[in-house]
Each structure stands twice: as structure tokens, then as C-alpha cells.
């Protein structure tokens, strides 16, 4: 009668334990990163070879429906499109940078201001109106080229918040690590610290791309980008990441310190590399536009050098333009009757070196170079967001498959809900019938 009492009781506690476990899994249906767990029943041994009944049944413990194989095609799916998506991130920023200034406008406008002074050159507004389209075009030049610096200024704030995450996300996981050695297998905690682990990889992966590799009991040995670097992480052990803007290339440098000794990473995916293309993209077109801000500059300066102004000046003194090392344009000066409309000796009504201007203008295009930088930016950002669009439907499907597994159904919860419960209920009617059993034992005279 024993033995009916303590098989009943076993089942009670059994059966708990597995309507506890399914409550979880309802509860977080919802939580990011947890992974559907199971409770294992395994039978209790008999103590004898002559024992005819069972013991009952006890919890072996709790499983992961883990599945490290869809695991691995999420982190490696996702650190492809975070790369797309933070490159697009920085081209959107150029692409803002050469059009939110009108530069092109404002450089049409200033030639068309120098065509209208040209009907009546000795006239105070039309000079004013040039002046006026003059200090637009300088302005413009420089927004353009501020907007791109402070671009770069952003990216390398951001760089170095991605460092951090970096640095305390590969701590997390060496403390993950050292509680997966001391925790007892198939535990709720053992489970719980598996799912941070996992979780953490995930960020890390969306940063830059890892290699994972694991040991029996779940630990997980953690490189960043491509070769054969130092881990990140093993065991309790965690690198650290900084990020340096390099002088010679202009873009940002990931390196991890571990044992004092620095290794560079490259990255192959994740927002780091994606960092990594839009500072490369931000220092060429920087470049490309400093140099088109210098022809025109030399180009208009070069055609009023040959004219004369109102008061007389030839020569370099009829310069309109300066620009500075950092190609941040400005006007030479502010008085209107310095602009040299007509040719040397010709008069003030003279509008002669106007025509040099135009001709200097088509001769330049530097309207047409801005077009074309304009579009070369558009249309690799247009390409890039398509591919990127494909990444990103490639990494949907990875998550989709990976929760098949892994995910919480709550149909079949709702399943396992019932069975459990009429499992608990049928355990505690075993007890019952054990007790009343034993009392019309007791009741016998």
C-alpha cells in the first residue's frame, strides 16, 4: 500500500513540475529569445529483480527545444543584412548631404544672376543679385562638405557605442559561461542561462559576424570577423574592443585586447562592417566634392581674373572666391562693384568677361558633375537596399524556422495543458484510492 501511496505522489510531483513547465512556456510566448521547454519524465528504477511493480515516475529534467544548426543560420543571415542596412544608413546621409543644400540649383542660379547682369553691367541690383547667388553657392559648398564631416563625426560616435556593446556583450557571455559550469544540467537555471546566452549571440551577430563553437555543457568559445584571430570569448575570459579612426585608409578600426596583447578584427558582417563601407563612401564623395568646390572656384575665379570691375581692378584682386584647406568656400568679398563684368579697358557698360564666365561654366560643368555624383549615390543605394531587401527575406525565413522549432505553440501548449492536468488529477486519485484502500484495510475486525 506503500508503494501505491509513493507512485501516486511521485506522479503529483512529476506532473507539477510539467504544468509548471508548460506555464512558462505560455507565460513567455511573447518573450524575445526564449526557447520552448519540455519536462522529461523518466521512470524510477526498481530496487529489486524480484520487485513485480514500479516505483512511479521523477523529472529526469528540463530540455531546451534548441535547434543549433537553425541557430547558426540566424546569426550568419542576420550579420549579412545588418551589414546591408548600416551601409545604407550612411549613403542615405550622403545622399541628404548632396541634395538637402540645393547645390546644384544654387549653382544655376548664380550663373543665371551673371547672365542678367550681363544686359546692364554698370546697374547696383543686378550686382547685388549676383552677390546675393554668389554667397548662396558658398554656402551651399560648405553645408555640403559640413553635413558629410559631421556624417563621419557620427559614424564614429557610433562606432564606438558599438565597440562597447561589443565589450560588455563578450562579458556577458564569459559570466554565462562560468554559471553554465557550476549550474545543474537540465535545470529551469540551466535552461534560463542558455536562453542569455543565445540572446547575446544574437546581438553580437547583428555588430559583427562570430564564429561560435561549443562544449558539452553549453559553454561557448566566441571569434569576431575573418582569419584566425584570438577569441573574443573562452570560458570566463573576455576581450575588450576599441575602435580608432585610421589615418592613412580614414576609416574605422575594430580591434579586441585580450591578455595585453591587441589584435585588429575584420569584420565580414554586422553593423561594423557596414560602419566600415559608409566611412569609405563618406571619405570618397568628401573628396570628390572638396574637389569640385576647388574647380569651380579656380573656374569662375579664373574667368573674372580677366575682366575688370567698376573701380578698375584687374587681376588676382577680382577673385570672387576662397577656399580653405577643409574645402569650405567663401567670398572673397562683399562689394558688389567688384565683380568684373566687362574686359580690361572696355568701360563699365562693357559685359565681355561675363561671356568668359559662361564659358568657363560649360566648359566646367560643374552642375553636370554634381548630377552625376548625385546619381552614382543613388543608384548605389538603390542597389544596395535591394540587396539588402533579399538579405532581409532570406534572415526571415531563418528566424521562421528556427521558431518552428524553438518557438512557443500555443496550440500545442494548450494540448500538453490538459494532458498534464488529467495526468495530476488521475496521480491524486491514485493516492485517493491508496487511503481509501487502507482505511477498509484498518476498518477490518
Same mark, same amino acid.
Not at 585608409?249 to 554586422?270: I, Q
Given at each position: 500500500m506503500s508503494d501505491l501511496l509513493s507512485i501516486g505522489a511521485s506522479g503529483v510531483r512529476a506532473y507539477q513540475s510539467a504544468l509548471t513547465t508548460t506555464s512558462d512556456n505560455i507565460a513567455n510566448a511573447g518573450t524575445p529569445g526564449y526557447v520552448r521547454r519540455t519536462t522529461t519524465l523518466a521512470e524510477i528504477g526498481v530496487g529489486s529483480s524480484v520487485q513485480l511493480t514500479g516505483s512511479g515516475v521523477t523529472v529526469a529534467g528540463i530540455a531546451r527545444s534548441a535547434d543549433a544548426f537553425r541557430s547558426a543560420d540566424v546569426r550568419q543571415t542576420t550579420s549579412d543584412v545588418s551589414r546591408s542596412d548600416g551601409g545604407i544608413v550612411w549613403m542615405e546621409r550622403i545622399e541628404d548631404a548632396l541634395g538637402s543644400r540645393a547645390l546644384t540649383t544654387r549653382m544655376t542660379s548664380f550663373f543665371n544672376a551673371a547672365t542678367t547682369l550681363s544686359s546692364d553691367p554698370s546697374a547696383d541690383a543686378p550686382r547685388q543679385a549676383m552677390m546675393e547667388e554668389a554667397e548662396s553657392v558658398a554656402q551651399s559648398f560648405s553645408g555640403t562638405i559640413k553635413a558629410l564631416d559631421d556624417a563621419a563625426t557620427n559614424l564614429d560616435a557610433m562606432a564606438g557605442n558599438v565597440a562597447e556593446k561589443l565589450s560588455n556583450n563578450a562579458a556577458a557571455l564569459a559570466r554565462i559561461n562560468d554559471g553554465l559550469a557550476r549550474v545543474a544540467r537540465?535545470?529551469?537555471?540551466e535552461a534560463q542561462l542558455l536562453d542569455q546566452r543565445d540572446r547575446t549571440l544574437d546581438e553580437m551577430s547583428e555588430m559583427i559576424d562570430i564564429d561560435v563553437q561549443f562544449d558539452p555543457v553549453g559553454r561557448v568559445t566566441v571569434r569576431a570577423g575573418a582569419g584566425d584571430t584570438p577569441p573574443l570569448v573562452h570560458g570566463i575570459q573576455a576581450s575588450t574592443v576599441r575602435v580608432w579612426r585610421d589615418d592613412d585608409?580614414?576609416?574605422?578600426?575594430?580591434?579586441? %585586447? *585580450?591578455? =595585453?596583447?591587441?589584435?585588429?578584427?575584420?569584420? *565580414? =558582417? =554586422? !553593423? !561594423?562592417?557596414? %560602419? /566600415?563601407?559608409?566611412?569609405? *563612401? /563618406?571619405?570618397? %564623395?568628401r573628396a570628390d566634392v572638396r574637389d569640385l568646390a576647388q574647380k569651380f572656384v579656380d573656374g569662375v575665379n579664373g574667368a573674372l581674373t580677366q575682366g575688370e570691375d567698376l573701380k578698375g581692378n584687374t587681376g588676382d584682386a577680382n577673385k570672387m572666391f576662397? /577656399?580653405?584647406?577643409? =574645402? *569650405?568656400v567663401t567670398l572673397a568679398f562683399d562689394d558688389a562693384s567688384r565683380i568684373a563684368a566687362a574686359r580690361v579697358g572696355k568701360g563699365p557698360r562693357d559685359s565681355g568677361n561675363l561671356g568668359i564666365l559662361a564659358e568657363a561654366r560649360r566648359a566646367g560643368a560643374w552642375e553636370t558633375q554634381l548630377v552625376a555624383l548625385q546619381s552614382s549615390n543613388g543608384s548605389a543605394l538603390a542597389a544596395r537596399k535591394t540587396v539588402a531587401e533579399a538579405q532581409g527575406s532570406i534572415r526571415d525565413s531563418a528566424i521562421d524556422a528556427r521558431d518552428m522549432s524553438a518557438g512557443v505553440n500555443l496550440d500545442q501548449e494548450a494540448v500538453n495543458l490538459m494532458k498534464f492536468q488529467q495526468a495530476y488529477q488521475a496521480s491524486s486519485r491514485v493516492i485517493q484510492v491508496a487511503r481509501e484502500t487502507l482505511d477498509a484495510i484498518l476498518a477490518i475486525r
Amino acid at each position: 500500500m506503500s508503494d501505491l501511496l509513493s507512485i501516486g505522489a511521485s506522479g503529483v510531483r512529476a506532473y507539477q513540475s510539467a504544468l509548471t513547465t508548460t506555464s512558462d512556456n505560455i507565460a513567455n510566448a511573447g518573450t524575445p529569445g526564449y526557447v520552448r521547454r519540455t519536462t522529461t519524465l523518466a521512470e524510477i528504477g526498481v530496487g529489486s529483480s524480484v520487485q513485480l511493480t514500479g516505483s512511479g515516475v521523477t523529472v529526469a529534467g528540463i530540455a531546451r527545444s534548441a535547434d543549433a544548426f537553425r541557430s547558426a543560420d540566424v546569426r550568419q543571415t542576420t550579420s549579412d543584412v545588418s551589414r546591408s542596412d548600416g551601409g545604407i544608413v550612411w549613403m542615405e546621409r550622403i545622399e541628404d548631404a548632396l541634395g538637402s543644400r540645393a547645390l546644384t540649383t544654387r549653382m544655376t542660379s548664380f550663373f543665371n544672376a551673371a547672365t542678367t547682369l550681363s544686359s546692364d553691367p554698370s546697374a547696383d541690383a543686378p550686382r547685388q543679385a549676383m552677390m546675393e547667388e554668389a554667397e548662396s553657392v558658398a554656402q551651399s559648398f560648405s553645408g555640403t562638405i559640413k553635413a558629410l564631416d559631421d556624417a563621419a563625426t557620427n559614424l564614429d560616435a557610433m562606432a564606438g557605442n558599438v565597440a562597447e556593446k561589443l565589450s560588455n556583450n563578450a562579458a556577458a557571455l564569459a559570466r554565462i559561461n562560468d554559471g553554465l559550469a557550476r549550474v545543474a544540467r537540465g535545470s529551469v537555471g540551466e535552461a534560463q542561462l542558455l536562453d542569455q546566452r543565445d540572446r547575446t549571440l544574437d546581438e553580437m551577430s547583428e555588430m559583427i559576424d562570430i564564429d561560435v563553437q561549443f562544449d558539452p555543457v553549453g559553454r561557448v568559445t566566441v571569434r569576431a570577423g575573418a582569419g584566425d584571430t584570438p577569441p573574443l570569448v573562452h570560458g570566463i575570459q573576455a576581450s575588450t574592443v576599441r575602435v580608432w579612426r585610421d589615418d592613412d585608409s580614414g576609416v574605422p578600426v575594430f580591434a579586441a %585586447m *585580450r591578455d =595585453g596583447k591587441e589584435t585588429v578584427l575584420s569584420p *565580414r =558582417g =554586422g !553593423t !561594423t562592417a557596414g %560602419m /566600415i563601407d559608409g566611412a569609405q *563612401r /563618406i571619405k570618397e %564623395m568628401r573628396a570628390d566634392v572638396r574637389d569640385l568646390a576647388q574647380k569651380f572656384v579656380d573656374g569662375v575665379n579664373g574667368a573674372l581674373t580677366q575682366g575688370e570691375d567698376l573701380k578698375g581692378n584687374t587681376g588676382d584682386a577680382n577673385k570672387m572666391f576662397a /577656399i580653405d584647406a577643409d =574645402g *569650405r568656400v567663401t567670398l572673397a568679398f562683399d562689394d558688389a562693384s567688384r565683380i568684373a563684368a566687362a574686359r580690361v579697358g572696355k568701360g563699365p557698360r562693357d559685359s565681355g568677361n561675363l561671356g568668359i564666365l559662361a564659358e568657363a561654366r560649360r566648359a566646367g560643368a560643374w552642375e553636370t558633375q554634381l548630377v552625376a555624383l548625385q546619381s552614382s549615390n543613388g543608384s548605389a543605394l538603390a542597389a544596395r537596399k535591394t540587396v539588402a531587401e533579399a538579405q532581409g527575406s532570406i534572415r526571415d525565413s531563418a528566424i521562421d524556422a528556427r521558431d518552428m522549432s524553438a518557438g512557443v505553440n500555443l496550440d500545442q501548449e494548450a494540448v500538453n495543458l490538459m494532458k498534464f492536468q488529467q495526468a495530476y488529477q488521475a496521480s491524486s486519485r491514485v493516492i485517493q484510492v491508496a487511503r481509501e484502500t487502507l482505511d477498509a484495510i484498518l476498518a477490518i475486525r
